[in-house]
């Protein structure tokens, strides 16, 4: 599966340290999923103690990651 990063994408992942693997990971095989906004689809995915959010669109040719960002305590 092709993965693509929008520049916002891009931004957030370095701005909060994200792992491509685990972002590619929770939209591979979420937890849970939620279609969202435009047909976006939310993915969640507990990594250990903490939850990582995913929102993307699938495409054609793949997968278009929007963002990411882990869950804060008591959201």
């Not at 590619?24 to 939310?42: I, L, N």
């Not at 990651?65 to 804060?72: K, V």
Request: glycine share 8%; hydrophobic share 35%.
């Amino acid at each position: 599966m092709k993965f693509i990063y929008t520049r916002h994408a891009r931004l957030r992942i370095r701005q909060r340290g994200l792992s491509t693997r685990q972002i590619e990971a929770t939209a591979t095989s979420p937890d849970r999923t939620t279609v969202t906004f435009r047909g976006r689809v939310m993915a969640s995915k507990g990594f250990g103690r903490h939850v990582l959010e995913v929102v993307y669109r699938d495409v054609d040719d793949g997968v278009v990651i929007i963002t990411a960002y882990w869950l804060e305590e008591g959201d």
